[in-house]
């Protein structure tokens, strides 16, 4: 599919989909720099992806939420765009044969809470807290747990 989206993202191939619709890579043509298009049908009878759009804004500055890019309709789809990150920990944990160290649960619990104490501090309830829904971040910020997933 290539389609620009909000006048600057080209829409790669699908990465992912789910309940929430469907996850496609992106990338910024303007500068090159990889991003995740999120895109829900715009006739869906329960929507969330503006809901969730909302959420990352009133979350934004905060250590591991990813950046809100861009938020709109195209044509028949609600779309979110934000930061590509890397792999979910569910995804790790399985890679690493469902073992992870001491050293590793320690550091990433303690980046877990403090993403849970941040949207709590914003007055916000997560309600699916589950390892799918923590990734890894890519490059530079590939040792930093996000927190996704506030539809």
């Not at 500068?31 to 869906?44: R, Y």
Request: proline share 3%; with cysteine.
């Amino acid at each position: 599919m290539d389609h620009v989206i909000g006048g600057k993202f080209k829409m790669g191939r699908k990465i992912g989909s789910g309940s929430f619709g469907e996850l496609y890579l992106g990338v910024n043509v303007q500068t090159g720099e990889e991003v995740a298009i999120k895109l829900e049908s715009a006739k869906t009878k329960h929507p969330q992806l503006h809901y969730e759009s909302k959420l990352y804004m009133l979350l934004q500055g905060g250590t591991g939420i990813p950046h809100l890019k861009w938020f709109g309709v195209e044509g028949e789809y609600n779309v979110m765009v934000i930061d590509l990150l890397g792999p979910s920990l569910e995804d790790l944990f399985n890679y690493c044969n469902r073992k992870f160290s001491l050293k590793t649960v320690l550091m990433l619990a303690d980046q877990m809470l403090n993403r849970v104490e941040y949207m709590h501090s914003r007055g916000f309830l997560h309600r699916d807290i589950k390892p799918d829904n923590f990734l890894m971040g890519l490059g530079r910020k590939a040792n930093q747990v996000y927190a996704i997933d506030f539809g």
